[in-house]
């Protein structure tokens, strides 16, 4: 059973940084795609960005294009994701979460999930 644990969330000022990590209990997260996604109140969980087994490939939201990095340490199991020139839409629970194929933004594909972090951006 694979444990995921996030952390860095808090509250921000709008156009402030922070970086969330997400450690990984199982020595197999060096063979598996990445994500990390966010759910406000009341909608659905959206996806933010993933990266590939080796952190060769990457993908992004456009929301978040240019101002997020999506990034992973397979010697300490962890995936980070810094967050730069943060808006108050992206208040949010932000879960980091293991793919069972390859790099994809669905959400369905998606096994292994974290207990999520909040980030709050104030305006």
């Known amino acids: 059973q694979v444990q995921l644990v996030e952390s860095g969330g808090g509250l921000v000022q709008a156009g402030g940084s922070l970086r969330l990590s997400c450690a990984a209990s199982e020595r197999t997260f060096s063979d598996r795609s990445m994500g990390w996604f966010r759910q406000a109140p009341g909608k659905e969980r959206e996806f933010v960005a993933a990266i590939s087994w080796s952190g060769g490939s990457t993908a992004y939201a456009d929301s978040v294009k240019g101002r997020f990095t999506i990034s992973r340490d397979n010697a300490k199991n962890t995936v980070y994701l810094q967050m730069n020139s943060l808006k108050p839409e992206g208040t949010a629970v932000y879960y980091c979460?293991?793919?069972?194929?390859?790099?994809?933004?669905?959400?369905?594909?998606?096994?292994?999930w974290g207990q999520g972090t909040q980030v709050t951006v104030s305006s």
């Open positions: 979460a293991q793919s069972r194929v390859g790099l994809t933004r669905d959400v369905s594909w998606y096994d292994y």
